[in-house]
């Protein structure tokens, strides 16, 4: 596999979730109508949006071309409200092509992205750095063995708890010759060992086996900050890429040493609806949606 392949293959399908919320409750989950996020001043494409565990923060990237594809945030007015504050300092490169992109960031700072640079003379593309005030410093690759190490593969996207614990991964087996986007993908969750190293829980694949359908492509986790819901997207493996329906998906649990039951649909599109992320408290929920040809940032309320 060539690399250009592979980079413009992984451009169009880097997704990500990361979410938070503190509420612990046995109600059925439900999120209101589709709203509109305004990004006032910026006019361009946004993609995987992640709400910074103090709600003041909006991250995300333009468009997921693997040309120019870099890091913003933007400030909060009000929850569908942000004001744009130029590129996140530090993490993008600086020539094309590139794609640095799916923020996320835990709450003590730890700012987590993938990036495609010097791929594939190094196969870790998971990124991790400190984030203060529209800076992230202390750059480093994120090591352990939730890494494939393998040419194609990559960490798709992935999802911070809360606390910076645990590392909600995304592998994706990218092959542009056979496939449109990923061919399979498996999610995963590893333990910390540092801001920049996690290895694989030992009973990751039974946490979470009623997710990783293999009929479908499965991507974008996010973890709630008590870690009982745990959301995603996906679509049906084999779909014509013009008859996709993206699904964003949560599957749930009574406690934290427990697997995930079987997902449900929250809700679907096939206006590429991808990459959810939740407020702290979780009663807000944002994720990214192609609207007459430019992806725009959406947001829905938490039913209660």
Not at 29 to 41: D, Y
Not at 168 to 194: K, L, M
Request: net charge negative.
């Amino acid at each position: 596999m060539q690399n250009s392949s592979l980079l413009k293959s992984t451009a169009v399908m880097f997704f990500l979730c990361s979410c938070s919320k503190d509420s612990n409750t046995n109600a059925k989950v439900s999120f209101g109508p589709e709203l509109p996020v305004v990004i006032a001043n910026y006019p361009d494409h946004a993609m995987e949006p992640f709400i910074a565990p103090d709600g003041q923060y909006l991250f995300f990237n333009n468009l997921n071309d693997g040309v120019n594809t870099k890091l913003f945030y933007a400030t909060k007015t009000s929850d569908d409200t942000f004001v744009f504050a130029g590129e996140l300092i530090g993490t993008n490169q600086t020539s094309p092509p590139q794609l640095d992109a799916v923020p996320d960031l835990s709450a003590s700072g730890d700012f987590y992205w993938t990036s495609t640079r010097n791929y594939p003379d190094e196969l870790n593309n998971l990124f991790h750095g400190h984030f203060k005030a529209g800076t992230v410093t202390d750059i480093e690759r994120v090591r352990g063995n939730f890494n494939k190490n393998t040419l194609g593969w990559l960490v798709m996207d992935h999802g911070i708890s809360a606390d910076g614990q645990l590392l909600y991964f995304n592998n994706a087996h990218f092959d542009s010759g056979n496939c449109f986007g990923p061919c399979e993908t498996e999610i995963g969750v590893a333990q910390r060992v540092s801001a920049s190293e996690f290895n694989r829980l030992p009973n990751s694949e039974t946490l979470l086996e009623k997710i990783n359908d293999a009929n479908y492509i499965n991507y974008a986790p996010c973890i709630s900050s008590d870690g009982l819901e745990l959301y995603f997207t996906r679509y049906l493996k084999g779909s014509a890429p013009e008859a996709i329906v993206f699904e964003i998906c949560l599957a749930e649990r009574s406690n934290v040493g427990e697997a995930f039951a079987a997902p449900r649909i929250l809700f679907s599109d096939t206006n590429f609806i991808e990459a959810p992320s939740l407020t702290l408290d979780g009663k807000v929920m944002y994720y990214h949606k192609k609207v007459n040809g430019v992806y725009q940032v959406m947001t829905r309320q938490r039913i209660e």
